[in-house]
């Protein structure tokens, strides 16, 4: 099943939910319309039980994604009105709730917003040429999609504080040294890499690779007591499942 948006593509079939960033005129620039249907696909993803794994990519070949609009973003009347109106709907918080696994393939550009989608999903494989980079703070702003968390949960407080505050663009093999990305392949590979992931992840159990999801998640916000009893407690609920 194939939904029809203007902004990104969506798919569902046998199990597996497509996204694709489908701006590629201008590096697939996140706008207001984009993350309205973003969060539309966001929402079929959350409540199709049929849906196990979800595959996200940037269409054309420049780049996954360069961030915000910023066409758009100088048309509102201030920063803090276009912010407000970027705010009127929670994605960020719909995304991080969803208990299925996402796999993020990148390619090129991928900054800013682009960068954050990427740190909302699971695993993300990058191609050679990657580019990333969150380089608000050289147009007087911060990350606001929650790329000054996650970007230090995956990659450690110190190296999150200088890519926020110098804006510096790492390269493939950096993100992979940081632990921004899971693996690096070529650009002709990439999508086969995410086929491949993503048929290896339908073969897993929906409520187990939640429950994983959920383990791990939670866990890196508990202290290492209470983690080991929710990991316990996670454990008997997939045991009882399976009886």
């Given amino acids: ?8 593509l969506f ?8 996204i694709t960033l489908n701006r590629p005129e201008v590096i697939n620039a996140y706008s207001v319309q984009m993350r309205d249907e973003l969060y539309q696909a966001l929402e079929a993803v959350r409540e199709d039980d049929k849906v196990a794994v979800v595959v996200l990519q940037g269409a054309g070949e420049k780049g996954f994604c360069t961030g915000a609009d910023l066409k758009e ?4 009347p201030s920063q803090a009105v276009a912010r407000s ?11 991080a709730s ?3 696994p996402f796999i993020c393939l990148l390619h090129g550009y991928v900054m800013g ?5 990427a740190l909302l999903c699971d695993i993300r494989i990058a191609s050679e040429d990657v580019a990333l980079a969150l380089p608000e703070a050289g147009l007087g702003m911060i990350p ?4 000054t968390q996650t970007l230090s949960r995956a990659s450690g407080l110190s190296s999150a504080l200088e890519m926020v505050l110098t804006g510096r663009r790492l390269t493939a093999w950096e993100a992979l040294r940081l632990g921004l990305v899971s693996r690096v392949v070529p650009r002709e590979r990439l999508h086969a890499e995410g086929d491949a992931l993503a048929r290896e992840l339908l073969r897993r159990s929906p409520s187990i690779m939640g429950l994983l999801k959920e383990a791990v998640n939670r866990g890196a916000e508990l202290p290492l007591a209470s983690a080991l009893e929710m990991e316990e407690k996670l454990a008997l609920q997939a045991a009882l499942a399976r009886m």
């Fill in 85 to 95: 109106v970027r705010f009127e709907r929670d994605i960020w918080g719909l995304w």
């Fill in 144 to 147: 606001a999609a929650g790329g």
């Fill in 73 to 76: 973003f100088g048309t509102a």
């Fill in 1 to 8: 099943m194939t939904s029809a948006f203007q902004t990104i």
């Fill in 113 to 117: 917003s682009g960068l954050e989608m």
């Fill in 11 to 18: 798919s569902k079939e046998n199990g597996l939910a497509g």
């Fill in 98 to 100: 969803i208990q299925k």
